[in-house]
């Protein structure tokens, strides 16, 4: 049976490259009647977990061909309830391609399995993926085949990058932190946010992440002893740009004539200033926004402040394939989507992020935590996105 004939083995680089690239290609994952971002790893098919604590891809090969892709990495995080001490080792699914030639062989299924296997030997206890709602064969593969259940729906908000600066409200400062700090603020006010990584120390140190902004209002010096404003916001920046270019998929000829139109009048009539839209047919870099938090009443100005201040940042960026959209995931109870400035036609309201216990026989425990985990909808705690998983 040809169900049979293909293998799994690990990706090796200086002979795999070149085919897995050529796979992703002719695998371009998007709704097929709607504009998309397709990503460019410009010659390194692993950039997307190489930053990650511990990475595995696996590649299915048939007769000498490369018709199959997955990838995987493997973090400590905080999952509340989880014994001991809140903390458990999850692993991120990602990347999974088949050749359009040979789907509905197993092979799918097969690349999950053997990267489910590679979690199990790990000690992972819960392993999850995110993909569209609208992506049948995955959605399906995942939750009707693997027992993956919906576990969040977080938004992802798309912001272009026009050529202008953005005046940012002149009773908003802006500060820098250092690692150190950023460090322990996120520890103190995010370390039992849903997924916070437990080595968010290397995430800062990395040489991707560009640093840590905290805004707050003139003259806001908080109240006695809390040592942190009564309103104030904070956010990190992380240069996905440097690893992986993005481009624009399918776009219906109307956005394209609208780019180019809105270039046009932006060219004629620069003192407008209008918000000028980038040349996204051509690849391009972009920032993530990450560990994005929010305390007090007015902190949601605060945060659109820091939103322009990271815009402002990519706007004076001069690499050659300039950053030319700010990214970002926000999931929760919190309403943090009103503040972040985006673009509806590129953003994905619902990305659907789905999980799975690998190790919940037995333990009544880890049962608990899993239902925990999965019940609550709306989700009432915020979720952490980590920009090595982007
Ligand atoms: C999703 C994808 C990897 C599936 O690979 P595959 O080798 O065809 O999967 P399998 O043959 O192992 O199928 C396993 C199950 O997935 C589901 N499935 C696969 N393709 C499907 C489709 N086109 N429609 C509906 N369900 C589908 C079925 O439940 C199937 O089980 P069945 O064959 O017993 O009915 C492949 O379609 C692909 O590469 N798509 C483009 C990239 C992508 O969307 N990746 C997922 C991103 S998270």
Known sequence: MEFNKFRIRSYEGQFDRAQVENLERKCEVGPSESVFLFTDTMGDPICRIRNSPMYMMLVAELENELVGVIQGSIKLVTIQHHPPKDLAKVGYV????????????????????????????????????ATEKENNASVNLFMKKFGYTKFRTPSILVNPVNHHSLQISSNIE?????????ESLYKRFMGSTEFFPNDIGNILRNKLSLGTWMAYFKGDVGSNGSQVPNSWAMLSVWNSGEIFKLRLGKAPFCCLLYTKSWCLIDKIFPCLKLPTLPDFFNPFGFYFMYGLYHEGPLSGKLVRGLCQFVHNMAVESND????????????????????????KLLSCPEDLWCIKALKNEGLSSSINTFHELIKTTPPTRALFVDPREV
């Open 320 to 343: 050659d394939e300039k950053c030319k959209i700010i990214v970002t995931e926000v999931g929760g109870r919190d309403q943090l989507n009103q503040h972040i400035p985006h673009w």
């Open 94 to 129: 990602l990347g999974l391609r088949v050749s359009p030639h040979h789907r509905r062989k197993g092979i799918g299924s097969n690349l999950v399995r053997r990267l489910e296997e590679w979690f199990i030997s790990n000690d992972v206890d819960y392993a999850y993926m």
């Open 174 to 182: 802006i500060s820098r932190l250092k690692i150190e700090e950023a």
